[in-house]
């Protein structure tokens, strides 16, 4: 599929895999200070998939698409140094407590701007964890979406997707233009390259290079511009985003404490074993 | 998430190195690339930031692509079908990732897709694929052939091969045959130039050629035909897409199981002349030669990492007599002279990769431009530490990579013995290292001149000028007097006027030089950052009491007792 436009879905989040007792906040909320703030690993599994098409096809341009605080720049900087092509970012205040309706909102709009063929993203980000976000955007576009990919590849036009799902795998055919979200399954994300990343190092956004006020980039490169679009560059209805656009409402948030005293002895007999297989069938542990 | 470069201070320590501003410069031509390349550095800084940032990728290849693999690569090994080889599939992986990362090709210049870094950063990442997969680390260090590729073959050579290496060709030296190990100017395979199809053709049988059947071969020939020395042999360039060798059989080795080591057989292979014919052996080789030293000082010092952390881990989990191993004075000596040692092997090895750097850059200036008498004497000065220190890093880091390796064995006791821990296959793998690419016993040959030259004594008396913390005073004049001691020993060798005497005596006067040298690096290191006080107050007795008891065999020795030792 020679020619064709991929936008892939990335977000920056929290890394929520090695969280630490003060990893929240007294209110409930996330401390993102303490938490590094990483690609979405499921992000990364797109985006993989995105640079083997670029890989086996000609033309192929592959954009990230992400929306966040002017800090998620990186994000794109880090697609740069894996091969993607370039990237935008949404920032504006108004998308500030968005929820996954807001989100996929602002982001179908952006994807309808961009018009690609192919959107991919990751099945689901490790800090909501609500896999809508994908399927929304879909949605919204009025595309067809196949969702847990792990692997995909073009015959006759169409797009041949391997889904990884609790049972089993399936492969389904779907044309273009296809929302697809990726599992974390599929292949992992290739490395930075050394020549990209010494090339993107310095590429910024306007909002970045305004606060970094710093000459140098400016006059020791050939400044390379990160695209950073606004409410009005995708023509958002304002009360479509933010907080007002958001229906979900956090009512209250409990910290789970596990107490030891929680814990069960086992012998190794058959029946423990049974009725430990029977318990957790039964609160759907597994199953 | 591991990264075996962010997880070791000494290399970012000696990435720091004052000198380096000088090396970059040099590399860098004075940053001209900026604004003709875009990945070219604008300055120092920015340049100094490449490095860190592209050793932060192949640190976090290494812990979580390669060394992962290096158990299955081990137990796999390649295969030969039909007079080629296929590679293990981890090595394979290991392969296209460091490819993907544009890491193959770091020194060439810009204008052959290279990333245009000094020997710095470049034996970094040898050090860091070597700690990951030994075996690995010597098919992604070939590409060192690219470098006598840059530095002797005609353009023409330059443009057709070196931007392969960028996009994942790989490289092999073939020197050796059944008859020609260290002695390599008994070689044999023949080249001779064929009329009527333009070409050198060449024929003969090469063996202990690791990754014999690479893309891109260097081929050391007898070009001259009724020759029998170095003199006759020639370099030529090998392309594995042209046809004409074929892998006859790969050793069943001891370690490095995932490097392919083949006999190849050349039938009318046609090949490329680099340079000028006779030129092979006695400039090319030798150069091909420094820079796979300097590669297995890399390697040496990269599986002694290995091997200490393996050593250092088990001591720190397994329990005896009710408490862990680590806090009997017999197994944290092991483990402190172990981390002491690596230390000093790797300051010396940066301090000869930066007289490497010296003398490359300036050298590689003075193809386009005249130098001035004080570029010539900077060159001049750094070729020869060059040549001098190269054996010195081969010989201590591969002996010292054995010990380490050995000692790490000893501290899992009988599970280190098991096939079920890492430190078993370290230990297999350090054993090649001072043996190929030149014996210890060889390293010493080389080496010895530095000491009859007085060579290691200026460079020696060079370091004591530097100026020390006044609590450490009393260690610069420790060194001091082992210098003194070793250079009476040196005077009272060479008074006997008897060569094979020199040769007896060499291993151990080399060796007490680079005690003092270590000490020195060590020193100078401590000055630059506290953190290595206490290594070089650890390191400085043991190179006295080493020191002590060669001189007093020294000192005690008669020229008629050589005579007991000789074998009938």
Redesign the interface.
């Known amino acids: 599929m020679n020619g064709i436009k991929i936008v892939v879905l990335a977000k920056q989040v929290p890394d929520t895999r090695n969280v630490g007792p003060d990893a929240m906040k007294a209110d409930g909320t996330v401390n993102r200070s303490v938490l590094p703030a990483i690609f979405n690993p499921e992000d990364l599994n797109a985006l993989e998939q995105a640079l083997r098409i670029k890989d086996s096809y000609e033309g192929v341009t592959v954009t990230l698409l992400t929306m966040g605080p002017v800090r998620a720049a990186e994000i794109i900087r880090e697609g740069l140094y894996r091969g993607a092509d370039d990237g935008v970012l949404l920032t504006d205040r108004a998308f500030a407590g968005s929820d996954t309706l807001a989100t996929s909102y602002a982001l179908a709009l952006a994807v309808r701007r961009l018009a690609p063929d192919l959107v991919l993203g990751g099945r689901q980000a490790i800090d909501g964890d609500t896999a809508q976000v994908g399927p929304q955007v879909a949605e919204k576009l009025g595309w067809p979406q196949v969702t847990y990919a792990e692997e995909m590849h073009f015959e006759g036009g169409r797009l041949i997707i391997r889904r990884r799902l609790e049972r089993g795998v399936e492969t389904v055919s779907a044309p273009l233009p296809l929302v697809v979200t990726v599992n974390g399954t599929a292949p992992a994300c290739?490395?930075?390259?050394?020549?990209?990343?010494?090339?993107y190092?310095y590429a910024r956004t306007d909002t970045e290079l305004q606060a970094e006020s710093s000459d140098y980039i400016a006059?020791?490169?050939?400044a390379v511009r990160l695209t950073e679009w606004g409410v009005e560059a995708i023509s958002a209805d304002p009360e479509q985003l933010g907080i007002s656009g958001s229906p979900t409402k956090v009512k209250e948030i409990e910290n789970v404490i596990l107490q030891a005293k929680e814990s069960k002895r086992l012998t190794a007999s058959d029946r423990d074993i049974e009725s430990l297989v029977r318990e957790l069938l039964e609160n759907h542990t597994i199953g | 998430m591991a990264n075996f470069y962010t997880d070791n201070r000494d290399l970012r320590f000696h990435l720091k190195h004052p000198a380096m501003e000088k090396i970059v410069r040099l590399k860098e031509m004075d940053y001209r690339d900026r604004g003709q390349y875009d990945y070219a550095p604008c300055d120092f800084e920015d340049a100094m930031d490449n490095y860190d940032r592209v050793l932060e990728i192949i640190g976090s290849i290494c812990s979580e692509v390669i060394a992962p693999n290096a158990v299955d690569v081990d137990l796999e090994g390649p295969t030969v079908a039909d007079g080629h080889v296929t590679y293990a599939r981890g090595t394979l992986e290991n392969h296209e990732a460091l490819t993907r990362a544009g890491v193959i090709g770091m020194n060439f210049p810009r204008k052959y897709d290279g990333l245009n870094f000094p020997m710095v950063p470049y034996v970094m990442a040898a050090e860091l694929v070597s700690r990951a997969d030994a075996g690995f680390a010597n098919i992604w260090g070939l590409q060192d052939c690219g470098e006598t590729i840059l530095e002797f073959a005609s353009e023409e050579i330059r443009d057709e091969f070196l931007p392969r290496f960028n996009k994942g060709a790989t490289a092999a030296m073939d020197l050796t045959e059944p008859d020609a190990g260290s002695d390599l100017q008994a070689v044999q395979l023949k080249a001779h130039y064929d009329e009527s199809k333009g070409t050198w053709l060449l024929n003969g049988v090469k063996r202990f050629i690791t990754n014999g059947d690479a893309g891109i071969s260097l081929v050391l020939a007898r070009s001259e035909e009724g020759t029998s020395d170095g003199r006759g042999l020639s370099l030529f360039v090998y392309d594995k897409a042209d046809g004409g060798a074929r892998v006859r059989r790969i050793e069943n080795k001891m370690g490095i199981k995932g490097s392919p080591t083949c006999e190849l057989v050349f039938r009318n292979a046609p090949a490329k002349l680099i340079g000028e014919r006779r030129l092979g052996l006695i400039k090319y080789v030798m150069s091909l030669m420094n820079g796979a030293r300097l590669g297995v000082g890399a390697q040496s010092v990269g599986i002694a990492q290995a091997a200490y952390e393996e050593a250092k881990k088990y001591a720190s989990e397994r329990k005896q007599f009710g408490k862990t191993i680590d806090q009997f004075p017999a197994v944290y000596e092991m483990l402190t002279v172990m981390r002491v040692r690596l230390e000093a092997m790797r300051s010396l090895l940066y301090e000869t990769a930066r007289f490497v750097d010296t003398y490359k850059g300036w050298s590689f200036i003075s193809g386009e431009r005249t130098l001035t008498k004080e570029e010539r004497d900077d060159l001049k000065v750094n070729t020869r530490l060059a040549d001098i220190y190269t054996p010195l890093v081969k010989l201590i880091s591969s002996e010292w990579c054995n010990s380490i390796a050995y000692d790490a064995l000893q501290i899992h006791g009988g599970a280190g013995f098991i096939k079920d821990f890492p430190v078993e296959r370290l230990y297999r793998d350090a054993r090649i290292t001072s043996i190929y690419e030149g014996t210890s016993q060889l390293q010493v040959v080389a080496a010895i001149r530095g000491v009859t030259t007085g060579g290691y004594l200026a460079q020696i008396r060079e370091y004591d000028k530097m100026e020390v913390r006044p609590e450490m005073e009393y260690l610069k004049k420790k060194l001091a007097g082992l210098t003194d001691d070793f250079e009476k020993r040196v005077a009272q060798v060479m008074a006997a006027g008897n060569n094979e005497l020199t040769d007896f005596h060499a291993r151990r006067l080399v060796e007490m030089a680079a005690n003092i040298i270590m000490g020195y690096l060590l020193l100078q290191d401590a000055q630059r950052d506290q953190v290595y006080a206490s290594s070089v107050e650890l390191f400085i007795p043991m190179a006295i009491s080493e020191n002590r008891m060669k001189s007093d065999f020294i000192a005690a020795f008669e020229e008629k007792e050589l005579g007991l030792y000789k074998v009938s």
């Open positions: 290739r490395y930075r390259n050394a020549r990209l990343l010494m090339k190092k006059a020791g490169r050939p």
